[in-house]
């Protein structure tokens, strides 16, 4: 195989993971395409990758440019390692709600890291809105000086998943497939995979997992933006319909609580030796219920978006769990005890 000539190169054709557990208690195959192994850690590197070249290509950014961003994270550490690998510098607006481990990786890309308190869409103090305003400020000082990604309303995003994700996975697989479900932040992944994927073979289902909390799910079973309940996951779930999300060709959609989803994630790590994110619990929830929707003897793919280690402190410490009333496995309390397994 050629070496990848640098960073971007090194985005995207993930492999898909059979998930066992899931496979055999449904009789489907359940697929996880494994987006964690992009070099930044997550699904985001991919979108990071399609704004950029995007913004290139139409002439908004250039040499100097700070790309300016607002995101739960992963996209803000996409943008820095791909905006630094071809020399630009990066600022991030995100809320302080969100993991430290994400937070410190944000940090380290050397990143301009701005924390702002967790604020409704409709509140001026939202991290888009306040990321947005940035960008406005430092063109009206100095034009040209920055440039705002946007990625929930930047259909460059939706694109790139569109132009790689969605045929990565149909091509993996020769078209052998019958659902696709994920949960969606931005809209993008979903909407961009659906697309790509119903182009090619019309028949795939198509499945929203949506965390609780989030108002998605109800809006498409019903038509009317409602959420209930709240939710530890984290980059997923919206009150709102983005530009990305709003074609998106869904056929089903569920809520799905964190009892449901963490404990997934538990099980895939201790039987199947995969550490991964909080959206990936609610992503394997969604392909459970969207192969005992489809029957036994289908194919079913999902996203592992990001590795666990990202959340380690929260859906991996005992402690936290309990205080979310999400049940502790055994094996957790025994590797995590109370006293930081010092002696007595
Ligand atoms: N999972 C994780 C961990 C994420 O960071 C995000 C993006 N915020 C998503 C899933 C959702 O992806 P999208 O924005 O494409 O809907």
């Known amino acids: 195989m050629n070496p990848y000539p640098d960073f971007s190169a090194a985005i995207g054709h993930t492999p898909l993971i059979r998930l066992r557990t899931a496979s055999d208690a449904t009789g489907c195959e359940i697929l996880g395409k494994a987006e964690f192994l992009n070099p930044g850690g997550s699904i985001k590197d991919r979108t990071a990758l399609g704004l950029l070249d995007d913004a290139e290509k139409r002439g908004l950014v250039h040499a100097g440019t700070t790309?300016?961003?607002?995101?739960?994270?992963?996209?803000?550490?996409?943008?820095?390692?791909?905006?630094?690998?071809?020399?630009?510098?990066?600022?991030?607006?995100?809320p302080e709600t969100q993991s430290a481990e994400k937070i410190d990786a944000l940090r380290l890309t050397g990143a301009g890291v701005r924390?702002?308190?967790?604020?409704?869409?409709?509140?001026?103090a939202n991290y888009v809105h306040q990321a947005a305003r940035l960008c406005d400020e430092m063109n009206a000082t100095a034009p040209g000086s920055a440039w705002f990604a946007n990625q929930f309303e930047n259909l460059a995003n939706r694109a790139i998943h569109e132009q790689t994700t969605g045929p990565e996975i149909f091509d993996q697989l020769d078209g052998a497939l019958d659902g696709f479900v994920c949960a969606?932040?931005?809209?993008?992944?979903?909407?961009?995979?659906?697309?790509?994927?119903?182009?090619?073979?019309?028949s795939i289902r198509v499945a929203l997992a949506d965390p609780a909390g989030s108002a998605l799910a109800h809006f498409i079973n019903t038509g009317e933006l409602k959420a209930e309940g709240n939710s530890i996951t984290e980059g997923i779930g919206t009150s709102r319909i983005t530009e990305?999300?709003?074609?998106?060709?869904?056929?089903?959609?569920?809520?799905?609580?964190?009892?449901?989803s963490v404990p997934l994630l538990h099980d895939l790590l201790i039987h199947e030796g995969l550490c991964l994110g909080g959206s990936t619990g609610v992503n394997i929830a969604?392909?459970?219920?969207l192969a005992r929707a489809l029957g036994p003897g289908h194919t079913i793919v999902t996203l592992l978006c990001d590795a666990g280690m990202r959340y380690q402190a929260k859906l991996y410490n005992p402690e936290f769990l309990r205080s979310k009333q999400?049940?502790?496995?055994?094996?957790?309390?025994?590797?995590?005890?109370?006293?930081?397994?010092?002696?007595?």
Not at 71 to 76: E, F, I, K, R, V
Not at 77 to 93: E, F, N, Q
Not at 326 to 344: E, S, T, Y
Request: charged share 20%; glycine share 14%.
């Open 184 to 202: 969606a932040g931005t809209g993008g992944s979903l909407a961009g995979i659906a697309r790509a994927l119903k182009a090619r073979k019309p």
């Open 286 to 289: 969604g392909a459970i219920r």
């Open 115 to 124: 924390l702002v308190p967790a604020a409704k869409y409709a509140d001026p």
């Open 67 to 94: 790309l300016v961003e607002g995101t739960a994270g992963n996209t803000g550490i996409g943008l820095a390692l791909v905006g630094t690998s071809r020399g630009y510098r990066t600022i991030i607006v995100m």
């Open 326 to 344: 999400i049940p502790v496995p055994a094996w957790l309390d025994r590797a995590f005890p109370a006293n930081g397994g010092k002696p007595a």
């Open 244 to 260: 990305n999300f709003k074609d998106a060709p869904i056929d089903l959609a569920w809520s799905i609580a964190d009892t449901e």
